[in-house]
T-cell receptor, first 114, second 112 residues
């Protein structure tokens, strides 16, 4: 079974731009969660999507948004990029809604904002 | 909001020594999960604990969930260089929105 696939692996953007990250979950997994990982803040929860609906949201500004498609693939968008948005963005899938079952992480997208 | 603290932040051990990382939550947890992230890699699920006082073993790794379900520990016996990485605990608060809150992680270095 293929794992969680995230594209692209690396991105360099300029302040003020926007970016879209993509995540394909493990086949059969309907929940996709996004996390931001930075050295200073660790792993911070962004949001969770299940059956194309956002089920849960962390404490991030509205510049961070996402969506999920009918095939469970998910995208995350960050608008008006700031230097502090530089981070590793991790997507994780799980079979059901919520995090009561293990999360399967992708390799992440490394975003650098200059 | 829920906070999950993890100590120590860093740990250097000589190969063959034991290692323990501790996790404490500000709220009662419905379950706790442990993940390992190798340098340059992504978090990989190790185990999930659900019951109060639960102890689980995976070869040299022993995981415990506290009686009050507010703390947990991971103990590695006789570390090997393959144990290098950052170990994260992650918990879900009882009655919460069911999102995993991760601890800050313990970065383990094993010296040969």
């Amino acid at each position: 079974k293929a794992g969680v696939t995230q594209t692209p692996r690396y991105l360099i953007k300029t302040r003020g731009q926007q970016v879209t990250l993509s995540c394909s979950p493990i086949s059969g997994h309907r929940s996709v969660s996004w996390y931001q990982q930075t050295p200073g803040q660790g792993l911070q929860f962004l949001f969770e999507y299940f059956s194309e609906t956002q089920r849960n949201k962390g404490n991030f500004p509205g510049r961070f948004s996402g969506r999920q498609f009918s095939n469970s693939r998910s995208e995350m968008n960050v608008s008006t990029l700031e230097l502090g948005d530089s981070a590793l963005y991790l997507c994780a899938s799980s079979p059901g809604q919520g995090h009561n079952s293990p999360l399967h992480f992708g390799n992440g997208t490394r975003l650098t904002v200059t | 909001g829920q906070q999950v603290m993890q100590i120590p932040q860093y740990q250097h051990v000589q190969e063959g020594e034991d290692f323990t990382t501790y996790c404490n939550s500000s709220t009662t947890l419905s379950n706790i999960q442990w993940y390992k992230q190798r340098p340059g890699g992504h978090p990989v699920f190790l185990i999930q604990l659900v019951k109060s006082g639960e102890v689980k073993k995976q070869k040299r790794l022993t995981f415990q969930f506290g009686e009050a379900k507010k703390n947990s520990s991971l103990h590695i016996t006789a570390t090997q260089t393959t144990d290098v990485g950052t170990y994260f605990c992650a918990g879900i608060s009882s009655g919460s929105a069911r999102q995993l809150t991760f601890g800050s992680g313990t970065q383990l270095t094993v010296l040969p």
